[in-house]
C-alpha cells in the first residue's frame, strides 16, 4: 500500500463534495462510510483503490489518501494526485463565487448550509456521457442501477470494488449482453457504439476539454443518442463548466420550484430566466439544489463534516 497527502484550495468538505459526485447511496462505484471515500481508479491498464479521508477542518483541510492494488508504486503518486485534484475540484477556488452570492440572501443562505462544497467531475467524458444515456428518462435510481450493473459486468476491481468500465472494456460486450444487464436496445446501442469509436480512434471525446461551451454542445449532439439534457450534463459534470446547468432536467426544475416556492413548475425557457442571474456559476447551483435534496430525503445531514 502506498499514501500521500492533498492540500485542497479552502474551504473543502469531502462528505459533501463526494455526495454531489455519488448522487445517491446505491451508488457503487463512489462508496462513503460516513468517514471514507472510496473508487478504483485505473491507471495504466492496473485498477487501483483510492481510500480518502479527510483529517483537518474546512478551513485548513487536509486529505489522507491510500493506495492499493497489485502494482501500485511511487511513481503512480503524480498521476493518481493530478486525477484527484481534478475529480473534486481541489484546486478551484470559489472565493469569487462566494462574493457574488453574498448580495443574494436567498442564495447565500443555500450555500452557507453547504459551505466547502466543491464541483467535482466523474473521471473522464466518456463515463460522464455513458451516466448521461443511461439516466435518460428514467429516475436517477433506475439509471445509477444500470450503472451499477454495467460496473461490475465490465469493470476492472480491487477486491471487488470495481472501477467503471473504459472503452477498451465494453470491446466484446454486445447488445444482448447490455440488454441482459437492463439497457434498452437504443442505449446498449449507443453506448457500445461510442465506445467502439473511441477505441478505433474515430472519436476524442477529451478534447472537448479544449473547445468552448457552445462548440461542446454542438460536437456532442452529433453523437447518436445524445440531446440537449445530455451534452449540458456531460458539460458540467464530465467537462466541469460551472455556468452550464442541465434546465431539462425535470429533477432539478422540481428541486429549483420547492426551493424558491415557485407555484408550478419552470420548463426551459422558465429556467433560464431564473437562472441567468447567478452567471457564470448556474452550474455550481445545480450541485447545492442536489445537496439540498439529499438532507430532504435524510441521505446526509448538514452538521456532518
Known amino acids: 500500500m502506498s499514501s500521500l497527502h492533498l492540500y485542497p484550495v479552502p474551504p473543502f468538505r469531502l462528505d ?5 459526485l455519488r448522487r445517491l447511496p446505491i451508488n457503487a462505484m463512489d462508496r462513503w462510510d460516513g468517514q471514507r471515500y472510496q473508487r478504483t481508479l485505473i491507471l495504466e491498464d492496473d485498477p487501483i483503490r483510492v481510500t480518502i479521508t479527510q483529517t483537518a477542518p474546512p478551513p485548513t483541510p487536509v486529505l489522507d489518501i491510500a493506495l492499493e492494488g497489485p502494482h501500485v508504486s511511487r511513481h503512480d503518486e503524480a498521476a493518481i494526485r493530478a486525477f484527484l485534484e481534478k475529480m473534486l475540484g481541489l484546486t478551484i477556488d470559489l472565493t469569487d463565487f462566494y462574493q457574488r452570492a453574498a448580495a443574494d440572501p436567498r442564495l447565500a443562505a443555500l450555500i452557507g448550509r453547504f459551505h466547502g462544497v466543491k464541483p ?27 450503472l451499477n450493473r454495467l460496473c461490475a459486468a465490465y469493470g476492472l476491481a480491487v477486491d471487488e470494488q ?51 461551451d457552445a462548440t461542446a454542445v454542438a460536437r456532442l449532439l452529433e453523437l447518436p443518442g445524445v440531446g440537449r439534457w445530455t451534452a449540458q450534463y456531460v458539460l458540467l459534470r464530465g467537462l466541469g463548466r460551472l455556468d452550464m446547468f442541465p434546465a431539462d432536467d425535470v429533477g432539478s426544475q422540481a428541486k429549483l420550484q420547492r426551493w424558491l416556492g415557485l407555484e408550478s413548475r419552470p420548463d426551459y425557457a422558465g429556467m433560464h430566466q431564473i437562472l441567468d442571474r447567478w452567471a457564470p456559476y448556474r452550474g455550481l447551483l445545480y450541485f447545492y439544489l442536489l445537496l439540498d435534496q439529499l438532507t430532504r430525503t435524510g441521505a446526509i445531514l448538514e452538521t456532518q463534516g
Open 162 to 212: 470495481h472501477a467503471f468500465p473504459r472503452p477498451d472494456d465494453l470491446c466484446d460486450a454486445t447488445v444482448p449482453d447490455l440488454r441482459a444487464l437492463g439497457y434498452s436496445t437504443r442505449k446498449a446501442e449507443n453506448i457500445l457504439g461510442l465506445a467502439q469509436a473511441l477505441v478505433q480512434g474515430e472519436l476524442d471525446l477529451e478534447a472537448l476539454n479544449a473547445v468552448d
Open 120 to 146: 467535482p467531475r466523474l473521471p473522464s467524458v466518456f463515463e460522464a456521457l455513458v451516466n448521461g444515456i443511461a439516466c435518460q428518462q428514467l429516475s436517477l435510481t433506475v439509471g445509477i442501477t444500470l
Open 16 to 20: 459533501l463534495t463526494v455526495w454531489v
